[in-house]
């Protein structure tokens, strides 16, 4: 090849290269100004929304709900719900007046089957704030054991409203098991109208954790029974 054609041909590749690399960076920089742009107009709606009186008051509906459920929660803890607590039989007006719903389970200290609705009630109180659970050893109290016509335990009295309008006696209407579920007596107390719906229950996750949480219930009262 003689000396012109190679520096033809030279300045031929060069000036593609300087083209191909000329659109690369047009490229790169058309992408980078498509992007910026749309980072501007997000951030331009964003504001516009900010500013929107709508979601403001949506705002401020949603807080004071917020702040009153908790100022409720708080009410109801002063009370003595979200536990399972146990009274003495001079507290017994007090407690079972002072608040709509209330669980009270008349128990004796050496009865298998009172350990048994122990540990479920245990398990349900903290779920249903809006309920009271609370417990009465049934030998110090025989003033309201007479009164209630207490003759079987365990007894766990239903009350709304200071009123006592429905029991359950024994495991009657557990099947007259000592296996029963806290979802068989969290589904009663529900039918009774006890407690509320607090979620969506029955997925398959939670029944194996009900399950798994009533075996070490029925162990832990077993191993209590055979301490005792």
């Known amino acids: ?5 190679f520096r033809e041909t030279f300045s031929g590749l060069a000036l593609g290269n300087v083209m191909a690399a000329a659109a690369r960076d047009y490229k790169k920089e058309m992408l980078a100004k498509e992007k910026a742009q749309a980072t501007t107009h997000d951030e331009v709606d964003l504001d516009e929304l900010l500013d929107d009186p709508e ?6 509906e949603r807080v004071a709900a917020l702040k009153k459920e908790v100022e409720k929660r708080e009410v109801l803890k002063r009370q003595g719900h979200g536990e399972y607590r146990e009274i003495t039989e001079g507290e017994f007006l007090g407690e079972v007046t002072g608040s709509e719903k209330v669980i009270c389970h008349f128990y004796h200290h050496e009865f298998y089957r009172c350990k048994i609705m122990d540990k479920h009630l245990k398990a349900l109180a903290p779920l249903y704030l809006g309920t009271k659970f609370i417990k009465l050893d049934s030998e110090k109290a025989p003033f309201f054991v007479a009164k209630l016509a207490v003759k079987t335990l365990p007894c766990v009295i239903l009350f709304k409203k200071g009123i006592a309008f429905d029991r359950l ?24 109208g006890l407690i509320d719906d607090k979620k969506g229950d029955g997925s398959d996750g939670e029944e194996d954790a009900d399950d798994f949480k009533n075996r070490k219930i029925r162990s832990s009262a077993a191993q209590d029974s055979d301490s005792d």
């Open 1 to 5: 090849m003689d000396p012109d054609s």
């Open 55 to 60: 979601l403001e008051k949506l705002h401020a």
């Open 169 to 192: 006696v024994g495991f009657e209407d557990l099947g007259r098991k000592d296996d029963f579920s806290t979802r068989s007596l969290e589904n009663i107390l529900k039918k009774k």
